[in-house]
C-alpha cells in the first residue's frame, strides 16, 4: 500500500522528534526527552502502524496503538468503532484494555503506549486511569487531541499522575494513511 506523504502538518507538538532527520538522536537533543531512543520509539511506532493499517482494511478510520512493558508488546487495537458499533471502541482503549487483560492488573505504570494518532480527550482519560507512564504518537490531532494538540489533559497541577508526552514518532506515515483513508472516503461518496 502506497500512502501519501503529503498530509503531514509542521506545527510542533510537545518534545516534537522529527522523523525526517533519520540517523539523529534526539536524545542528545533534547534534555529530559526520554531515556528510550528515537530508534526504539520509531519500532514500537511501525507495531502500532501495523494496527492501524488492519484499521483500514475494516474500512475503519485508520488509527493503530500498542501498549509496551519491559521491551515487549502486552496489548494491541485499532479502531473498530464501526465493526463494534461502539464508540469507546478506539484504538488506546482497547489496547490498554488487552493489556490490563494480560497483565492481570489494571495499573499499567510502566508501559508506554504508542500510537499513530494523538489521543482524544477519552482516551487521554484512559491513559490516567490506567497510570501509563509514556505515551508516544506519530499524527498530532489539532482538532480533536487531548494531549496537546487541541486541549492538554495529560499534564497539569490538577493531576497526581502525570504521563511523559512524546509526539511526531513517524508522523508522516501516521498522518498519511489518513490522508489515504479520508481521500477515498471522499471518492467513494461522489
Ligand atoms: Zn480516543
Known amino acids: 500500500m502506497n500512502f501519501h506523504m503529503d498530509g503531514s502538518r509542521p ?3 510537545i518534545q516534537q522528534a522529527n522523523d525526517k532527520e533519520l540517523g539523529v538522536d534526539m536524545d542528545d537533543k533534547i534534555q529530559g526527552f526520554s531515556l528510550l531512543s528515537n530508534d526504539s520509539h520509531k519500532h514500537w511506532m511501525e507495531q502500532a502502524f501495523r ?8 474500512k475503519e478510520v485508520p488509527v493503530g496503538a500498542v501498549v509496551v512493558l519491559n521491551n515487549q508488546i502486552i ?3 485499532y479502531n473498530q468503532r464501526e465493526t463494534l458499533k461502539d464508540p469507546t471502541a478506539h484504538a488506546e482503549i482497547l489496547a490498554i484494555t488487552a493489556a490490563a487483560n494480560h497483565i492481570e ?3 499499567l505504570k510502566d508501559a508506554t503506549l504508542y500510537v499513530t494518532l494523538e489521543p482524544c480527550p477519552m482516551c487521554a482519560g484512559a491513559i490516567l486511569n490506567a497510570r501509563i507512564q509514556r505515551v508516544v504518537f506519530g499524527a498530532d490531532d489539532l482538532e480533536h487531541g487531548g494531549c496537546g494538540g487541541s486541549v492538554q489533559l495529560c499534564s497539569g497541577k490538577f493531576l497526581n499522575h502525570k504521563v511523559e508526552i512524546i509526539g511526531g514518532i513517524l508522523e508522516r506515515k501516521c498522518q498519511g494513511i489518513l ?3 479520508f481521500a477515498e472516503s471522499r471518492q467513494i461518496k461522489k
Do not use: L, N, V, Y
Open 179 to 181: 490522508t489515504s483513508f
Open 75 to 77: 496489548g494491541r487495537g
Open 51 to 58: 494496527e492501524a493499517e488492519k484499521a483500514f482494511a475494516a
Open 11 to 13: 506545527i510542533p507538538t
Open 105 to 107: 492488573d489494571w495499573r
